[in-house]
């Protein structure tokens, strides 16, 4: 799933993709999630310190505050070994398409296998799949700890505490579609209302400060976790499914284009917490994402080596994605 909170800084979006967004994927079924591990032609591959950095690499990414947080972490790295890094801001249909159609190099944001399973399902066969690089996220409905229901069953019964609305993100996120399934299935009187993450946060914060009710669509991580006491209501039907993972796509023909940039984000692989703390120090006064995600890097010397000195053609040392396709 995500998902964004944080004012952008990235550069401008090249026209065509905005014409990829206004047409947006739907339906399907989604692909395998685990990390798979390329193998050059002669079987022994170069490490990416060996390989010649350069050129540009175009980071496709959604404006959601995790998405935000490991675009500028990856961006941070391969800037430091000397590649120049676009960040292009697009909606959720769009991040795929641009990879599939070779307006974009790469993503490390893709929610999978269900979040946007319909997205992956139509472009899967014209990218690469390099894995999960997170493991164990989460979605599903959220409310502060203060609200005496439990499951999204008892939504319906208290439709009117919760002004008969659920608030939600940009339509064009996958959680949105999953919530509208939810609605549909539990036989929910609430309006899904659209909007972004950080309208999304705005509402969940005046509400918690008058001490009202209220029901938003959530992921874990999520900043939103370490700042208030929130909880996700269970799930029974099972819309929502139960974790997912982050993965990192690729156009078709990166490594051998870049060799170099397709070792490191196919090594690229980090955890919850490591996220939590990019997008708490996002949140800081005179911060950014970008600040933010330097400095963790600085900080993280072992962990960002890892990446640096992979195998171009060895397997990943992430585990593979366990999660089922809900």
């Not at 493991?135 to 599903?140: A, D, I, Q, S």
């Not at 196919?266 to 703390?277: G, L, V």
Request: hydrophobic fraction near 40%; include cysteine.
């Amino acid at each position: 799933m995500i998902r964004n909170m944080f004012k952008p800084y990235v550069i401008a979006m090249p026209m065509v993709l905005a014409a990829l967004a206004l047409s947006a994927c739907s339906g399907g079924s989604n692909g395998n999630a685990s990390r798979t591990a390329a193998t050059s032609a002669s079987g022994a591959g170069a490490s990416t310190s060996s390989a010649k950095p350069g050129g540009t690499v175009k980071l496709a990414y959604v404006e959601w505050s995790s998405c935000t947080a490991a675009t500028n972490v990856a961006k941070a790295v391969l800037e430091k070994q000397g590649y120049k890094v676009d960040a292009i801001s697009v909606s959720g249909a769009a991040m795929y398409s641009a990879i599939a159609n070779n307006d974009a190099d790469a993503t490390v944001c893709a929610w999978l296998p269900s979040t946007q399973a319909n997205y992956y399902a139509k472009t899967k066969d014209r990218l690469e799949n390099l894995g999960a690089n997170m493991n164990g996220t989460k979605l599903g409905l959220v409310v502060p700890d203060y609200v005496n229901i439990d499951s999204i069953e008892q939504l319906k019964a208290n439709a009117d505490k919760f002004d008969n609305r659920i608030v939600g993100i940009d339509p064009g996120a996958g959680e949105m579609d999953l919530t509208q399934k939810a609605i549909k299935q539990y036989g929910l009187p609430l309006k899904l209302v659209s909007g972004s993450g950080a309208t999304m946060t705005a509402a969940l914060k005046s509400a918690i400060d008058n001490h009202k009710w209220i029901v938003v669509t959530g992921w874990t991580p999520h900043w939103m976790w370490a700042r208030w006491k929130l909880k996700y209501l269970a799930d029974p039907k099972d819309v929502y499914g139960g974790s997912e993972n982050i993965d990192t796509l690729v156009r078709k023909g990166l490594k051998k284009d870049n060799p170099g940039a397709y070792a490191i984000l196919n090594a690229f692989h980090w955890t919850a917490k490591d996220m939590q703390q990019v997008m708490a120090a996002a949140r800081e006064p005179d911060s950014s994402p970008a600040k933010a995600a330097r400095q963790w890097v600085s900080t993280h010397v072992a962990k960002v080596d890892s990446w640096t000195t992979a195998p171009a053609s060895g397997a990943s040392s992430m585990p593979a994605a366990t999660s089922s396709a809900h």
